[in-house]
């Protein structure tokens, strides 16, 4: 089933284009790694993809829902800034998100958490930013979406935590929904991903199955990522 179809969307900031006219789609089950550079494009389109930032130009469906309020309630996105108000406790954050999300599984977010060794009443302000960053990642991924949208979840966290998230999202991805994840760290990500888009510059620059690239060019996705993203 196809989750998520991109359709020649551009998007521009002060007359300046971003993305231009690109084209993609997500099928359940996949893990795709939409790869570029830092200021390539990338949360420009995950933001539009979340309806956070108005299309200038094309269109973009969820599960056959057209982007906009209804869309949302479909999509679980990790944004890549830390959110989460430092004056609650996670037990506050639960709540919250249990009030706010109908498929938010509170269960399955407690059950997260005792793998953190985590006291549900623990205080945000006391954590670390890794810390912070898991509870972040509990919360997504607690959600019965259809699509997850993570972007840069590696970036900024020791490599421990980068286990952590990695063990995660394979635990807890539903086979019904697709994934998203994007990130300039490929080599910690690669093992993961079903199949890949390379953006550089608002363009998609090549996509396809992650193992018929390696194939293909001999090389892993982290080495095709340096050759062709210069």
Known sequence: ?????????????????????????????????????????????????????????????????????????????????????????????????????????????????????LNIDASLLKMSKGMKEKVQLVLVMSRRAKLYILDEPLGGVDPSTRDYIMKTILKNFSEDSAMIITTHLVSDVEKILDEVIFIDKGKTVLSGSADKLREEYNLSIDEIFRREIK
């Open 1 to 117: 089933m196809e989750i998520l179809k991109v359709e020649n969307v551009s998007k521009s900031f002060d007359n300046k284009k971003i993305i231009n006219d690109v084209s993609f789609s997500v099928e359940s089950g996949k893990i795709v790694g939409l790869l570029g550079k830092n200021g390539s494009g990338k949360t420009t389109i995950l933001k539009m993809i979340n309806d956070l930032l108005t299309i200038d130009s094309g269109t973009i469906t969820i599960a056959g829902v057209k982007v906009s309020k209804e869309s949302k309630a479909l999509v679980s996105f990790l944004p890549e800034r830390t959110y989460l108000n430092g004056n609650q406790t996670v037990k506050q954050v639960f709540d919250f998100f249990e009030d706010f999300y109908a498929d938010f599984d509170r269960k399955r977010a407690e059950e997260l958490l005792k793998d953190l060794d």
